[in-house]
Structures are given as structure tokens and as C-alpha cells.
């Protein structure tokens, strides 16, 4: 495989790392909170679990393990709505998203 290849092989993954970078720098700090599975489960932000996804697995293959975090993240953030005393905790609930600018 020459050079040219293994970059453009490559390039889906380093740019979808690059989207989830820019995500982590600037737009997820003035959420005002973080991620549900992070809250209720402990271990890695969905942000942070996407990115090794995708760095071990690329993005095509990764897509199951993602929307499964997802899902998971999900259900975190019911079960702490449920609780009445969490508001804006996930954008994978059904809680608002209150962006801080």
C-alpha cells in the first residue's frame, strides 16, 4: 500500500477524530454538564468512548459500538430524570440542552 492509500484510508477516521476534538474544546464546556453515562455509570464521557471507538475500530465499523453507547447513555439519562433532581444532563434524553455562550 503506498503513502497516498494509507491517507486516504485513513481519513475518515482522523476526521471524525477531529470533529469529536473540536467538540470536546469548545461546544461541550458551555453545555453546563456532562454526559448521563458519565453521571450514572462513571468510566468515560460518550464524547471520549466515541473517539477510542473509532480510533480502534474506524468509523464504518464502529457505527454499532457508537449507537450502542448511545443507547446506554440514553438510559442513563432516564434513569437520573427519574430522580426529579437532574435537569440538562444529556442530549441523548429527553432533558433540554442549554447551551452557555
Do not use: E
Request: proline letters at 6%; charged letters at 15%; glycine letters at 12%.
Amino acid at each position: 500500500m503506498t503513502a497516498v492509500q494509507r491517507w486516504a484510508a485513513t481519513a475518515p477516521r482522523r476526521g471524525v477524530d477531529r470533529l469529536i476534538r473540536a467538540y470536546q474544546r469548545h461546544l461541550s464546556p458551555r453545555k453546563g454538564y456532562t454526559c448521563a453515562h458519565l453521571v450514572a455509570r462513571g468510566g468515560q464521557s460518550c464524547s471520549a468512548a466515541v473517539r477510542g471507538i473509532v480510533a480502534q475500530q474506524g468509523v464504518i465499523r464502529g457505527v454499532v459500538p457508537t449507537m450502542a453507547r448511545f443507547v446506554a447513555c440514553y438510559r442513563a439519562a432516564l434513569l437520573l430524570g427519574s430522580g426529579g433532581n437532574v435537569s440538562g444532563v444529556c442530549c441523548c434524553g429527553p432533558i433540554p440542552i442549554p447551551f452557555r455562550f
